[in-house]
Structures are given as structure tokens and as C-alpha cells.
Nanobody, 120 residues
Framework: QVHLEESGGALVQPGESLRLSCKASTTIYLFNVMHWYRQAPGEERELVATLTSGDSASYADSVKDRFTISKDHRKDTIYLQMNSLKPDDTAVYYC??????????????WGQGTQVTVSS
């Protein structure tokens, strides 16, 4: 069973930065794509950033030019660097991984989430 564990969430002031980490219990080479999602209170879960196995990244319009998704294969970890944080970025942030093994159904995995609060 694959396990994803997020860390790095905190209470910060507007304009500050945070880096979230998501460590996998297995090699991240297994995953075709990895995502960061977030969910604010009373809202639906929102896709924030995507990183493919080919290192193609994409972002929600609301975070473009502020957030950067990256990975480190040596550490089996993906990151979300968040700059110029705004109160609207307040949410629980989740890591998600999708694997498409040959001849088998897709497999997807979620972390437990890490809280980011942006407030003065």
C-alpha cells in the first residue's frame, strides 16, 4: 500500500512564503502524474498544481506565477513552493498521485492533508 505524507503547513502572514512537501513511501517513478489539491472550509476540493512524469507542470489560474511544483526523485518527494501567499490560499492542501500500470486499472493515492492558514 502506497502512503503519501504531506508536511510544511503553517500559519503565515499575507505575502509570506511556504514550502509544502509530500513524501511517498515508494519511488515516485511509479507515478504518471502527481498533483497538489486544496480544500477550503465549505468549498470543493480544487486542483492547484500538476506535475507529470515528463516534468510538465501546470497550475490553476489563481496560483499561477506564485506557486511552483517540483520533485526530487532521490527523496521520493514532491514540493509546492508557495510565494506571495494570500488569505484566499487558506486551505488544507493534499497531495495526490496517479499510477497507470500496464495491463492494470489506474491506481490513485491521497495524503492526509496539511493545513495552510494565511492571516494577519
Amino acid at each position: 500500500q502506497v502512503h503519501l505524507e504531506e508536511s510544511g503547513g503553517a500559519l503565515v502572514q499575507p505575502g509570506e512564503s511556504l514550502r509544502l512537501s509530500c513524501k511517498a513511501s515508494t519511488t515516485i517513478y511509479l507515478f504518471n502524474v502527481m498533483h497538489w489539491y486544496r480544500q477550503a472550509p465549505g468549498e470543493e476540493r480544487e486542483l492547484v498544481a500538476t506535475l507529470t512524469s515528463g516534468d510538465s507542470a501546470s497550475y490553476a489560474d489563481s496560483v499561477k506565477d506564485r506557486f511552483t511544483i517540483s520533485k526530487d526523485h532521490r527523496k521520493d518527494t514532491i514540493y509546492l513552493q508557495m510565494n506571495s501567499l494570500k488569505p484566499d490560499d487558506t486551505a488544507v492542501y493534499y497531495c495526490h498521485a496517479l499510477a497507470r500500470p500496464l495491463g492494470r486499472p489506474p491506481e490513485d493515492y491521497w495524503g492526509q492533508g496539511t493545513q495552510v492558514t494565511v492571516s494577519s
